[in-house]
């Protein structure tokens, strides 16, 4: 029997007859078809986080000059409360309001007679202490079951107040996952921020979207853009601001970092205003050379071309001599990952750089295109996706702007540019490597167990359950407050901090309780 079947064999026939579908072992030159961003199953500890959680904790959270403001119960927005490491600085002109943290704080009075006059308070006391130029709402569970008209209380306050109020209905319950929270997000965002702006376009001009500053990485990414000559217009939404965003639509390309999360965005920006957009992964020094080279053939500029090849040189350099005393430490070791949507597929190509393979991977709430590449598109909508709306935006007809024409884009296509394209985590995940989708507690242990990774990347939840049993983690969501990570710099960082984890002598020294102690202590009948 092999892992797979040695895991999957535990469950009953009809948990076995769904998790059968999430959990496959590639293999080289198949298909290798996955179901995802399904219903997890209830009684299973699933890692996903939910709606409320993909709005407002993950795309609009960052944004530091908003006053965001959480319509529910307070431990929603609690929970909310600086628990994700998207860092941000204000400055003379660009107010930061995230280490505030703003709730309406809504009691079984609110639930039962309505909580629109609370929201409508919270408003008016945010304007009046905080003066902010833009406000959003948050609603969490309860509103939506009692039906609050959070978009009628944004309206009136917008008009009131001369100011820019919107109001996102991410209740928690909404989709399978954080997932949908990313899509309403991006539909507000598209709907009421960006285009507002009245900015002239500048040369060399990108938005990088899906990338949330964790550890400061958009801080790194954007250091070596600016450095080549690019303007950066606006980033979404790591260390991003209500002000840049409105100006986003003047952009010559835009970068998607994280697929998942933004990728409504970018597609509305190409359809609407006539952006391009480029994959790229800044993670992992040959997916950054890869990434940046892209950028300088998109823009095909010589002398920007030349300062490219220029920057990664000195870049590389500088980080040379690292690199090779870890990688020499790091040598046939290997990871399991487990995130989120996105940085599974990221951090392979760093991890392989540094001769470490990934031999168990997963997903909390990926979409089969993040696997298997958007080549699956358009996918089957079901019960679940059609209860988060999708929005069709049209070219708008005074700001629509393309940077080539057709022909050229077709020309660079053919030439291999990722233009409106992306391969998925298939792309460069080993032959054999274990995928799970929507990973739980169960597997996680269960697989860890089999196939013995030297290091584990995931998240809180698990970290110290997998810590316990002997295998270093390090966390890929936060960084364990650790950073950057992206960038030639940050794959130094990173390249330390799984040194460290690997060859530090405390986890061979770890033996899992249950290993030499009963996990049952009881006594029958009266008898010891
Ligand atoms: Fe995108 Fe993210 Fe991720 Fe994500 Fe997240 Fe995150 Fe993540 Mo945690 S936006 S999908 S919803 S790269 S918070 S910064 S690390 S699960 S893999």
């Not at 219903?39 to 709005?55: D, S």
């Not at 995230?98 to 006391?125: H, N, P, R, W």
């Not at 209860?387 to 007809?397: A, G, L, Q, Y």
Request: hydrophobic residues 35%; proline residues 3%; contains cysteine.
């Amino acid at each position: 029997m092999d892992s797979r079947d040695k895991v999957l064999d535990q469950y009953s026939s009809k948990l076995y007859k769904n998790r059968k579908e999430h959990v496959i072992q590639i293999e080289d030159g198949e298909p290798n078809v996955i179901a995802a961003d399904t219903r997890a199953i209830p009684g299973i500890m699933t890692n996903r986080g939910c709606c409320y959680a993909g709005c407002k904790g993950v795309v609009i959270g960052p944004l530091k000059d908003v006053v965001q403001i959480v319509h529910g119960p307070i431990g929603c927005s609690y929970y909310a409360w600086g628990t994700r490491r998207n860092k941000a600085k204000g400055d003379e002109n660009t107010k930061n309001f995230l280490e505030y943290c703003f709730s309406t704080d809504m009691q079984e009075t609110d639930i039962v007679f309505g909580g629109e006059k609370k929201l409508k308070k919270a408003i008016k006391e945010a304007v009046e202490i905080f003066d902010p130029a833009c406000i959003m709402i948050a609603s969490t569970c309860p509103v939506g079951l009692i039906g609050d008209d959070i978009h009628a209380v944004a309206a009136e306050a917008e008009e009131m107040y001369n100011i820019k109020v919107v109001a996102f209905s991410c209740e928690g319950y909404k989709g399978v996952s954080q997932s949908g929270g990313h899509h309403i997000a991006n539909n507000g965002l598209m709907k009421n921020v960006i285009g507002t702006g009245d900015a002239k376009p500048v040369k060399y001009s990108i938005n990088l979207l899906g990338e949330y500053n964790i550890g400061g990485d958009g801080w790194e990414i954007c250091r070596v853009l600016k450095r080549i000559g690019y303007n950066i217009v606006s980033v979404m939404t790591g260390d991003g601001s209500y002000a840049e965003m409105k100006n986003a639509h003047t952009a010559d390309l835009n970068l998607v970092q994280c697929h998942r999360s933004i990728n409504y965005i970018a597609e509305m920006l190409k359809t609407k205003y006539g952006t391009e957009w480029l994959k790229v992964n800044f993670i992992g020094i040959e997916g950054i050379k890869q990434s940046l080279r892209d950028v300088a053939s998109f823009f095909n500029d010589p002398a920007l071309t030349a300062k490219t090849e220029a920057v990664i040189a000195d870049e590389e350099e500088e980080i040379a001599v690292g690199m090779v005393y870890y990688k020499s430490m790091l040598k046939d070791k290997t990871a399991a990952i487990y995130v989120g949507g996105s940085r599974t597929h990221h951090y392979i190509n760093l991890l392989k750089s540094l001769g470490v393979e990934v031999i168990l991977a997963g997903y909390e709430f990926a979409h089969r295109d993040d696997y298997e590449g958007r080549q699956v598109l358009p996918l089957k909508m079901d019960a679940d996706s059609k209860n988060i709306e999708s929005i069709t935006v049209v070219k708008d007809p005074t700001k629509y702007r393309t940077f080539h024409t057709e022909e050229r884009i077709k020309e660079l296509k053919e030439a291999g540019l990722p233009i409106e394209s992306y391969d998925g985590l298939w792309a460069d995940i080993a032959d054999k490597a274990m995928i799970t989708d929507d990973y739980n507690q169960f597997e996680t242990e269960a697989f860890l167990k089999l196939l013995k990774p030297d290091i584990f990347f995931s998240g809180i939840k698990d970290k110290y359950i997998v810590q316990r049993s002997g295998v270093p983690s390090r966390q890929l969501h936060s960084y364990d407050y650790s950073g950057p990570y992206a960038g030639f710099k940050g794959a130094l960082n990173f390249a330390r901090d799984v040194t460290l984890a690997v060859n530090t002598p405390a986890f061979s020294l770890v033996q899992a309780p249950w290993k030499s102690e009963p996990t049952l202590i009881g006594n029958l009948g009266g008898m010891e």
